[in-house]
């Protein structure tokens, strides 16, 4: 009986991940509507805002899409003035994707507007809510990092 009250609670807690991770990416489509990047550019911007300068294939790896693919994706955002490719200075083999000002900019202006949007969804949420999703939010994902870690090791 204990099992199945288990699995009832992790089917409802999929499906209403699955939901809101949704609604995060429809209301995200909506603010991208504004600028001049896709959803695939915008979470490359993402990763290079937060990581800084990253080769393709390490870009290709975080935003799990294939090499040519990511390429062609660079190829559009250096063509806009986004990013740009530079040689490394220890190994001019290597070749990094750098974000560019205009990038910063447009991805900051995103990311704000994504946090105004949050913003007004928790408005209704006490300090004490907030808190304790956000801690719940951060054990969930230390918890997925350590199950992703250990299924690669296998």
């Given at each position: 009986?204990?099992?199945?009250?288990?699995?009832?609670?992790?089917?409802k807690?999929?499906?209403?991940?699955?939901?809101?991770?949704?609604i995060?990416k429809?209301n995200?489509?909506k603010?991208?509507?504004?600028?001049?990047?896709?959803s695939?550019?915008f979470?490359?911007?993402q990763?290079l805002?937060?990581?800084?300068?990253?080769?393709?294939?390490?870009l290709?790896?975080?935003?799990?899409l294939?090499?040519?693919?990511?390429?062609?994706l660079?190829?559009?955002?250096?063509?806009?003035e986004?990013?740009?490719?530079?040689r490394?200075?220890?190994d001019?083999?290597?070749?990094?994707?750098h974000?560019?000002?205009?990038?910063?900019?447009?991805?900051?202006?995103?990311?704000?507007?994504?946090?105004?949007?949050?913003?007004?969804?928790?408005?209704?949420?006490?300090?004490?809510?907030?808190?304790?999703?956000?801690h719940?939010?951060?054990?969930l994902?230390d918890e997925?990092?350590?199950?992703?870690?250990k299924?690669k090791?296998k």
């Amino acid at each position: 009986m204990e099992k199945d009250a288990t699995m009832e609670s992790i089917n409802k807690m999929e499906k209403r991940l699955r939901y809101i991770s949704g609604i995060i990416k429809q209301n995200g489509r909506k603010i991208l509507n504004n600028y001049p990047i896709t959803s695939p550019q915008f979470v490359a911007l993402q990763w290079l805002l937060e990581e800084g300068d990253l080769t393709i294939g390490e870009l290709s790896n975080k935003i799990s899409l294939a090499f040519s693919t990511t390429t062609d994706l660079v190829d559009r955002m250096e063509r806009n003035e986004l990013v740009e490719r530079v040689r490394d200075t220890n190994d001019r083999r290597v070749v990094r994707i750098h974000l560019l000002d205009k990038g910063k900019i447009i991805i900051r202006e995103v990311i704000k507007k994504r946090q105004e949007y949050l913003g007004e969804v928790l408005s209704r949420f006490s300090d004490e809510e907030k808190d304790s999703l956000n801690h719940l939010l951060d054990f969930l994902y230390d918890e997925m990092k350590l199950v992703d870690d250990k299924n690669k090791a296998k």
